[in-house]
């Protein structure tokens, strides 16, 4: 008897502790006061209406699956559902969206709108959001980018009100990220002015098309082109693949891609071709077109260009891959920072009170790192889609650039956040309704897809070097891309580091230079050296590839610094540009911590490592008083987060089983 | 205890009674009676011998809202204390440490619907009438209805907080505005029940209200609850604009006497209301109560300052002093309502003494005392 009421006693000072915790901001002492909204808007700046308009609609809906947990209420999928269900679910969640007029007009509408939706509704459920933007922004977006206005006229209508259901038939089961190796053919027979597409062999079938499976009732299918016996190159096609009933087309067989780890609630499935027969118009024609009579015609000579010039629009996916990687990472560190600041864990002495997680240092360092790198990263993946947006053809090449960059590294720190916040929450973490370990199953498709992360890095310092042998060899200073830092003399890192030293901007913006230029040197003597001995610049850059890497790196940390100082630019003296101050040094020292690039090209001393890793935990405590406010700020609501992100105890009583 | 005074108390033992005490008026509350009853509701929150409050009006009505007219005859900041005190005393009843119970009979309107919906416990009754008619006056519906109305099924909130609808009270009970329907004839009976258990045990004085309650009580034919599809298809709309055009549309599909009263509501209202109205309810949807009140807070200290809009004032004349029922709205049409305007009543006011709503620190908060709905 006196046991129990020991423990109700017990519980009842846990949740007064957890609530102490959870709802008053002023319970640890913290240096800036600064309003959660206005670092909010900051992060979704001119979307925040937007975003929580998407956020109210699916709140407020039963298809969204409400669960109540002591007394508040939680939304998302049934992931017990079997794949058919899922996949159901998901349509009927469009339905709904749909008959609420959220994809209305949705063509004319700026580009914002898409990145709202992919990434609003990707807080509730990846697969929704896949869904969706395999609609719009990859068979719309084709239709959009590589059509003209005869597609428009036709198509845009019937996919905003899903009479037609459209996907996107690129990758094959023997080609993946490089498009033009893609084995599909299509022949043109003039006497009926028809496409003839065909799957010659195995390797050929169209695989992981998104919508293929169940849903989709037309598809943009990517294949070389062979024009009187000449392959002008990989082309884009419109086909009907099912009737209105959904009656597969005869000369199209089509199979599911089945069970995912992550996704389920996306009919993947796989397309062969049996010489079916489409309309001449049906070529999206933006870059180039077959007259009535046969003949190929395009404005763009070289098929190098040819090519990049049909595939530029496509980045509009990476740019969105980026974002959405964001908001799931916000929901892992939400939920975990949230349940870190009501659980605790061992007494440090006997018969005290246990340590709050979040207050115990190896705790803060797991976590407030990656929070400070998710508020770099999305200010990064921000400047992204502004770029994106503001796309000319003169800034195609740093978009496509930054995309690919950000795309892999945001990416990659999803991933990596999600694995640390499910180990931060214990056990908890792997419960599916409390999300986190269930997010790294859905998001982990990211890292492949719109191109493999590892062969982006590559791509982007390939690039680079291009950029700088070009500069060299026309002996004019570089410009473009960020590299104008290239023609300043080179930065002088101090001998000894300090706190106030780590913590300028001066030094900060030095050293991630410095790492950059000097990678870009290393590389540009590597690959000359290699060419000096007749290797091919193919096999060269495939033996290149671990300082392409560290290169790759150097340009988005420097990238991705300098977009969160133009965000800090514009912020006025206060507690939100101090705290802002904070998180970049945060950031920064983070990367040269774990960088292991500094150190092995001496760009750091070992002495001036021992001084940076210390101050890592010197500002983990700095950060720690304002982790709580830092996750309110990422504006995701208590909805869409999880019972242990709140009073976990009530959530789990008896009463509530 | 005057038995002039506008709050009286009835003490039985451990179990204290609140009555609102000004029948000739439907029990409206004056700033008074708010600040007597913050203070009552701190001390017997602190009062180790008081186990469970009672809320109850006296005569027909629970109350019948805030005496609006007070502030026609004060200066803006003298007013803004009123809402101080009113929405200090929400937020201390939202998440009241000990069990209360609302019993609502009659009208429940406004201000008073604060008292009724924050509590633990409302129980309603076959003569209940709930409203929240503010944007027919100029306002918009505050005392933390952003937080209570955001949280009902589908998009009923935004209908009943827009058009200030009427909802009996087996409708409240569907809703889940109330907790217990008990008939009127019961209600009494109700009430010498809870004061005889003398408990604060949230689950015995379920057991109690349980069992005078009708658990299934009919709602009327045309209630307008079975009417939960068209009001989610129309009141989910993007802005007010939208959602009169859903009407409109679905009225000439299905015209009906509902759906004309509806639309003429809504075309009545202070356009201005409306737009501040819709935001403030979608915000609060994703908001906790107590950032509801401070972010009302701003509001209502917009509209009184009268700035931006002076269509509260209006709205009092044409309504409550001219009864003209015939309210010039300025601006006349939601287009003319801008995005700017809008956005003013959500930020901070732009004078030297002013300063957002503070809030009580709760330490004892426990969860379901954060979220009743």
């Known amino acids: ?236 096609f419109i086909a009907q693949i099912r009737d209105e009933n959904g009656n597969k087309h005869p000369n199209i067989r089509i199979a599911d891609c089945g069970h995912k780890i992550g996704l389920n609630g996306v009919d993947n499935g796989r397309i062969w071709f049996d010489n079916l027969r489409i309309p001449r118009e049906n070529l999206l024609n933006s870059v180039a077109d077959v007259s009535p009579d046969g003949q190929y015609q395009s404005a763009i000579k070289d098929p190098d260009q040819r090519f990049a010039a ?13 974002g959405s990687s964001m908001y799931s990472t916000k929901i892992g560190l939400a939920i975990a920072i949230r349940y870190s600041l009501s659980r605790h864990a061992f007494s440090i002495r006997p018969n005290e009170p246990e340590v709050l997680l979040l207050d115990y240092p190896t705790h803060q360092r797991r976590l407030l790192p990656l929070l400070a790198k998710t508020y770099a990263l999305s200010f990064a993946s921000n400047y992204l889609k502004m770029i994106y947006i503001k796309r000319t053809p003169e800034s195609m090449k740093s978009v496509h650039l930054a995309s690919s960059a950000l795309k892999a590294v945001l990416t990659w720190h999803c991933m990596r956040t999600l694995q640390e916040c499910r180990e931060a929450c214990g056990v908890q973490g792997l419960q599916t309704e409390n999300h986190v370990g269930h997010l790294k199953k859905e998001y982990d498709v990211q890292l492949t897809f719109e191109g493999d992360n590892n062969v982006l890095m590559q791509q982007v310092s390939k690039v680079l070097l291009a950029e700088f042998l070009a500069a060299k060899k026309r002996n004019k200073p570089i410009k473009g891309l960020g590299l104008e830092h290239l023609n300043k003399p080179v930065p002088i890192i101090p001998s000894h580091l300090t706190t106030s030293i780590l913590r300028t901007t001066q030094f900060q913006t030095d050293i991630f230079c410095l790492r ?102 010197k500002l983990c405590s700095e950060l720690r008083p304002h982790a709580l406010s830092l996750v309110s700020s990422f504006g995701i609501p208590d909805a869409f987060l999880a019972p242990i992100a709140f009073n976990w105890v009530d959530a789990n009583a008896w009463s509530s089983v | 205890m005057a038995p002039t005074s506008q709050v009286l108390v009835k003490q039985t033992s451990n179990v204290r009674t609140i009555i609102l005490n000004n029948p000739q008026q439907l029990n409206a509350l004056t700033p008074e009676m708010a600040s007597q009853i913050l203070e009552l509701l701190n001390t017997y929150e602190e009062d180790p011998s008081v186990k469970l409050v009672i809320v109850k009006g006296e005569g027909k009505a629970f109350c019948a809202g805030g005496a609006v007219s007070v502030f026609l005859n004060v200066s803006w900041k003298e007013a803004a204390t009123v809402f101080y005190t009113a929405y200090t005393l929400d937020y201390l009843i939202a998440t009241y440490a000990k069990t209360q119970v609302s019993l609502i009979r009659g009208i429940v309107m406004g201000g008073g619907a604060a008292f009724a919906v924050h509590g633990r416990f409302r129980v309603v009754t076959d003569d209940t009438v709930f409203a929240m008619p503010e944007t027919a006056l100029g306002l918009f519906p505050d005392v933390g209805a952003s937080y209570y109305l955001s949280r009902l099924p589908g998009f009923f909130g935004e209908y009943v907080g827009l058009t200030g609808a009427r909802l009996d009270g087996a409708e409240m009970l569907a809703c889940g505005l109330a907790t217990h329907f008990v008939p009127l004839e019961k209600f009494s009976a109700l009430e010498d029940a809870l004061c005889k258990a003398n408990t604060g045990d949230p689950k015995i004085i379920n057991n109690i209200i349980h069992d005078f309650s009708n658990k299934n009580p009919k709602l009327k034919e045309k209630s307008q609850f079975f009417r939960l599809k068209t009001i989610n298809s129309c009141f989910s709309r993007r802005t007010v604009e939208d959602i009169i ?123 379901y005392a954060i979220s009743k709905l």
């Open chain 1, 516 to 617: 950059e230029r000097d990678l870009l040197h290393r590389f540009a003597t590597e690959v000359s050296q290699h060419l000096a001995q007749g290797e091919s610049k193919e096999h060269i850059f495939t033996v290149t590839y671990q300082i392409a890497e560290d290169l790759g790196r150097a340009f988005s940390d420097r990238l991705i610094l300098q977009t969160y100082l133009d965000v800090e630019a514009t912020i006025p003296e206060g507690p939100l540009k101090g705290i802002l101050g904070l998180m970049r040094s945060m950031y920064t020292t983070i990367v040269l911590e774990e960088d292991a690039s500094f150190l092995r090209y001496s760009y750091l001393s070992t002495d001036n490592a021992a001084v940076v890793r210390k101050e890592v935990l």
């Open chain 1, 310 to 322: 049909f595939l530029a629009p496509l980045t509009s996916g990476r740019v969105m891959i980026a």
């Open chain 1, 1 to 236: 008897m006196k046991g129990e009421t020991l423990k109700s006693y017990q519980t009842f000072d846990r949740v007064k502790l957890l609530t102490r915790h959870l709802q008053n901001h002023n319970a640890t002492p913290c240096v800036y006061d600064f309003d959660t909204k206005s670092l909010r808007k900051l992060l979704d700046g001119a979307s925040v209406d937007d975003i929580d308009y998407i956020f109210n609609l699916m709140i407020q809906s039963n298809l969204f699956c409400p669960r109540e947990r002591d007394g508040k209420v939680f939304i998302a999928p049934d992931f017990n559902q079997s794949m058919e269900q899922q996949r159901e679910m998901t349509m009927r969640r469009i339905d709904y969206l749909r008959e609420q007029g959220v994809f209305d007009e949705l063509f004319s509408k700026g580009h914002l709108w898409g990145f709202v939706l992919s990434e609003a509704l990707g807080v509730y459920d990846h697969s929704l959001s896949i869904k969706v933007s395999v609609h719009f922004f990859l068979w719309g977006g084709a239709i959009r980018f590589m059509g003209t206005k005869r597609h428009h006229d036709k198509w845009f209508k019937p996919t905003e009100t899903y009479q037609v259901k459209g996907c996107f038939a690129m990758t094959e089961l023997g080609h993946g990220s490089n498009v033009r190796g893609i084995e599909t053919m299509t022949r043109y027979d003039a006497s009926t002015g028809e496409f003839i597409i065909n799957t010659p062999c195995e390797s050929a079938q169209k695989y992981w098309i998104g919508g293929a499976a169940n849903d989709a009732t037309h598809t943009v299918v990517f294949s070389q082109l062979e024009i009187n016996g000449v392959n002008q190159g990989v082309h884009a």
């Open chain 2, 245 to 367: 055009s859903a009407l409109e549309e679905e009225a000439y599909k299905n015209k009906d006497d509902w759906i004309s009263w509806t639309i003429k509501t809504l075309k009545k209202a202070s356009p201005t209301s409306l737009k501040i109205s819709l935001r403030s309810i979608r915000t609060g949807r994703l908001q906790g109560v107590g950032q509801c009140l401070i972010r009302e807070y701003r509001m209502s200290c917009t509209v009184i300052q009268g700035k931006v809009c002076r269509d509260f004032f209006e709205g009092c004349r044409a309504l409550l002093v001219d009864k003209d029922k015939n309210p010039k709205w300025e601006p006349s049409k939601l287009e003319l309502v801008s995005k700017q305007m809008v956005d003013s009543y959500f930020a901070p006011l732009d004078d030297e003494d002013w300063e957002d709503l503070k809030l009580p620190v709760r330490p004892n908060l426990t969860s």
